[in-house]
């Protein structure tokens, strides 16, 4: 990818638990696929409704926990919610410079065609020049397979593209910080701006 911190995991999760995590999460499909959490296109997200998925499953949030405390063993789940998209769903270009690092892990992907996620190189030059200059990447295009593990930094523009198939895929995404006391510690100098 860029020149920038990237992860990716594939079945990395005792299956056991990845089986009773889907079964588990796909039962409250009633409960997730309400007008109040509708998204772009026929997509639902409980990012707003139920952002706390990490605590309700904490066998889910330490997985998250260990697979970067390799990189940094300070950085910890503080949202976790799930995206449902049905044929037709998509998610439009965003990105979560709100938290250190932001992730997705793919819950249930159809063999089909469902929607791949899409990085945008953070150089906007790169853009403009990818034609003229091929080796200049303008994106990061990844397929998912079930069980994928992504995680990258919280300012990172994706997007994720439009579900062709007519099976539903879930994703469940997360973002991940230091605590406050960490960061001060690590970065004394943030106390100048108190
Ligand atoms: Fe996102």
């Avoid at 309700?56 to 950085?75: C, H, M, R, T, V």
């Avoid at 997705?104 to 030059?125: C, H, M, R, W």
């Amino acid at each position: 990818m860029f020149d920038v911190p990237s992860y990716r995991g594939f079945k990395e999760w005792d299956p056991e638990y990845h089986d009773a995590f889907q079964a588990r999460l796909m039962s409250r499909r009633d409960e997730f696929c309400v007008p109040d959490n509708a998204h772009n296109g026929t997509g639902y997200s409980t990012r707003s409704s139920a952002n706390k998925l990490h605590k309700e499953y904490p066998d889910f949030g330490n997985f998250l926990n260990q697979s970067i405390a390799s990189y940094d063993d300070k950085l910890e789940v503080t949202h976790c919610w799930v995206n449902i998209h049905p044929h037709g769903a998509y998610q439009t270009k965003h990105n979560h410079a709100c938290c250190d690092m932001a992730g997705t892990y793919y819950l249930k992907v159809p063999e089909a065609d469902s929607g791949s996620i899409q990085f945008y190189n953070p150089s906007p030059v790169v853009e403009a020049m990818m034609l003229h200059r091929p080796y200049h990447a303008g994106i990061h295009l990844h397929v998912p397979t079930e069980t994928d593990l992504l995680i990258w930094p919280g300012y990172l523009d994706h997007e994720v593209l439009y579900n062709y198939s007519d099976e539903e895929r879930w994703t469940v995404s997360f973002l991940m910080s230091l605590n406050m006391l960490d960061r001060m510690e690590r970065f004394p100098s943030m106390l100048d701006d108190i």
